[in-house]
């Protein structure tokens, strides 16, 4: 039951920019908690990607980028390559819920 | 960075308590910025947040488990662990555990566990 929505998937041809976004309400994103996103190749644990919604932890490509908008989030990937397939999700914290939160998932094909 | 494990068994009777631990190593779980969390990935679906836990034994816990799952903690050993009762079919998933940074409110997980499939059968 997940309150952050986001689209099940993207795809994009090799050096091209795709965006997913993440939809929330106004006890999540919309009430100025974070966002953060999570990078989770198949078959292994989610990786953080982002967070506080701008903000990528030491390693990660600058050609992943955040940004907000109101109730909602989005993460860019520029310059898409083979090895960026994988499932994405955002998260934040609701204070409808007193808790953490994922989003529903978008899975990112590169053609 | 430090390392999480997650430890536990691969099967569970339906109806029985699922019981899985999780081992920190290279920092300390009495740290006073980091709560520590589990969240679970049913086979194919997206991830859910089970709860979280600080050094002192606050809990957060996703209310739609809250009824089943308890979270505790042992500072002496460096691990904290979960249990969730009445288990069923529906609660096969890949469980992990993380780090989850607290800035006002709990917030991002880094690093996770490299998780732990349990599956609930009869």
């Known amino acids: 039951q997940s309150v952050l929505t986001q689209p099940p998937s993207v795809s994009g041809a090799p050096g091209q920019r795709v965006t997913i976004s993440c939809t929330g309400s106004?006890?999540?994103?919309?009430?100025?908690?974070?966002v953060h996103w999570y990078q989770q190749l198949p078959g292994t644990a989610p990786k953080l990607l982002i967070y506080g919604y701008i903000n990528r932890p030491s390693g990660v490509p600058d050609r992943f980028s955040g940004s907000k908008s109101g109730t909602s989030a989005s993460l860019a990937i520029t310059g898409l390559q083979a090895e960026d397939e994988a499932d994405y999700y955002c998260?934040?914290?609701?204070?409808?819920?007193?808790?953490?939160?994922f989003g529903t998932g978008t899975k990112v094909t590169v053609l | 960075q430090p390392q999480l494990q997650e430890s536990g068994p691969g099967l569970v009777k339906t109806s029985e308590t699922l019981s899985l631990t999780c081992t920190v190593s290279g920092d300390s779980i009495s740290s006073s910025s980091y709560y520590w969390g589990w969240i679970r990935q049913p086979p194919g679906k997206g991830l859910e947040w089970i709860g979280s836990i600080y050094y002192s034994g606050n809990t957060y816990y996703n209310p739609s488990l809250k009824s089943r799952v308890t979270i505790s903690v042992d500072t002496s050993k460096n691990q904290f662990s979960l249990k969730l009762s009445s288990v069923t079919a529906a609660d096969t998933a890949v469980y992990y555990c993380a780090r989850q940074r607290v800035r006002g409110v709990i917030n991002w997980f880094d690093p996770w566990g490299q998780g732990t499939l349990v599956t609930v059968s009869s």
């Open positions: 106004t006890s999540n994103i919309g009430a100025g908690y974070d």
């Open positions: 998260q934040s914290y609701d204070s409808s819920l007193s808790g953490s939160v």
